[in-house]
């Protein structure tokens, strides 16, 4: 995780200080990151990229960050970049859930079919069918569970999960030791668990 800017941490004093001009700043300050943290967790969506674009989804869950703003004022680079990806999670719940709810354009979209492989490796064609959509329904479904999780766990699961740190690097973010992240961990994956009908996360 990069480190933060010292223009980072100003705009979060200003924030904190009840500067409404910060939202905005800090914001529009850290666009290239939050852009590439949308895009990373976009990828997780690749039916959702079809119908929505890195930018677009960015933009929408900014509008959403700056209402939050109003509200929460985070007090460090960790908590404001935890608070962005909160909301980018929900934009793109909410979209899966527009395009691919029951009335939505994407889940009654018609196709000829779609390429896969086998599983001998070789391409193949199928029909479109609304497996897939599901998927993508129960894709949103698990996020929503990690929405719910404790406050600990959910910080210690998004940095291992979305963010890809190792254990020993999320310990260094969080301030703990290894031995506390590794129980986080297993603690969220195991309510996960729970949340999804034993679907349990890798």
């Not at 300050?29 to 677009?56: A, V």
């Not at 960015?58 to 460090?76: C, E, F, G, T, Y």
């Not at 497996?131 to 291992?160: M, Q, R, S, Y």
């Not at 290894?178 to 034993?198: H, I, K, M, N, P």
Request: proline share 4%; hydrophobic share 35%.
């Amino acid at each position: 995780m990069p480190e933060p800017s010292e223009q980072t941490i100003e705009l979060l004093n200003r924030l904190q200080a009840g500067d409404p001009a910060a939202h905005s700043a800090i914001i529009d300050h850290s666009c290239d990151r939050l852009r590439k943290l949308t895009r990373k967790m976009l990828g997780g969506f690749s039916r959702l990229r079809r119908w929505e674009e890195t930018d677009d989804v960015l933009q929408q869950a900014m509008i959403r960050l700056h209402r939050s703003l109003s509200d929460v004022k985070p007090a460090s680079p960790r908590q404001f970049y935890g608070l962005a990806a909160t909301q980018i999670r929900r934009t793109l719940i909410d979209l899966v859930r527009h395009h691919f709810g029951p009335e939505g354009s994407a889940a009654n979209h018609h196709t000829d079919g779609i390429e896969t492989r086998d599983q001998g490796g070789s391409h193949s064609q199928q029909s479109n069918s609304l497996d897939e959509p599901c998927g993508l329904i129960e894709w949103a479904e698990f996020h929503e569970a990690v929405e719910k999780l404790p406050e600990e766990d959910k910080e210690t699961f998004n940095l291992l999960w979305y963010d890809g740190l190792i254990q020993i690097e999320a310990a260094e973010v969080l301030g703990v030791t290894e031995r506390t992240v590794r129980r986080r961990w297993y603690s969220a994956r195991l309510a996960l668990q729970e949340a999804l009908d034993g679907q349990k996360p890798e």
